[in-house]
C-alpha cells in the first residue's frame, strides 16, 4: 500500500542513489578545479580553457573508470522498484 512513508523512503532512496551516482564525478572535478586553481594563482595565469580542459578530461576518465558500476547500480535500483511495483499498489 503507498502510505506517505513508504512514498517517503522511495524518495530518500532515489536521492540517495544520485548522491552515490553524482559524487565520484562532482568529486573529481572539484580536485582537479582545484589544483588547477591552486596553479593558476601560483603562476598567474589566468586562462579560461586551462580550467576547463582539465576538468573535461577528467570527467571522460571518471565516466570511463565508473560508468559500469553507475549502470549496474541503477539497473539494480530500477529492478528492485519494478519487483516491489505490484506491493505498492495493492
Do not use: C, N
Amino acid at each position: 500500500m503507498m502510505t506517505p512513508e513508504v512514498v517517503m523512503d522511495l524518495g530518500h532512496r532515489a536521492l540517495m542513489l544520485t548522491v552515490y551516482l553524482a559524487a565520484p564525478l562532482l568529486l573529481s572535478a572539484l580536485a582537479v578545479g582545484l589544483l588547477v586553481g591552486i596553479f593558476q594563482a601560483a603562476t598567474q595565469i589566468q586562462e579560461m580553457t586551462l580550467s576547463f580542459i582539465p576538468k573535461l578530461m577528467v570527467l571522460v576518465l571518471a565516466l570511463v573508470v565508473g560508468g559500469p558500476w553507475m549502470i549496474r547500480t541503477l539497473v539494480e535500483f530500477t529492478e528492485q522498484l519494478f519487483y516491489e511495483i505490484p506491493g505498492l499498489v495493492g
